[in-house]
């Protein structure tokens, strides 16, 4: 038995169309099919719905191209002994 998840979309006809290729020809298969709707919840939220005052990130994009950001020297680390 092998199981399969994807994603689709049921059209205005309300019929759920799938095409699954599954490596097998001339054969008879069982067949279960489970469905859940996704709630809009589940679905990509805005900056705002996540938190973000709203147009931070067209207020702040691009504000350290004139100052780039440099990482200096990070020191020199410790020799430890080898794990085996």
């Known amino acids: 038995m092998q199981s399969i ?3 689709s979309h ?3 006809d309300g019929i759920l169309h799938l095409e699954i290729p ?3 020809t001339d054969k008879d298969l069982e067949v279960m099919v489970i469905f ?3 709630e809009l919840s589940a679905q990509m939220k805005t900056p ?4 973000w005052p709203a147009g931070f ?3 702040t994009y691009g504000s350290c191209q004139d100052d780039p950001i440099v990482i200096d020297s990070e020191g020199v680390f410790e020799q430890r ?3 085996l």
């Open 36 to 38: 859940q709707p996704l």
């Open 22 to 24: 599954v490596g097998i």
């Open 81 to 83: 002994e080898e794990i």
């Open 57 to 59: 990130f067209e207020q």
């Open 10 to 12: 049921v059209g205005k």
């Open 48 to 51: 705002e719905e996540l938190g």
């Open 5 to 7: 998840k994807l994603r």
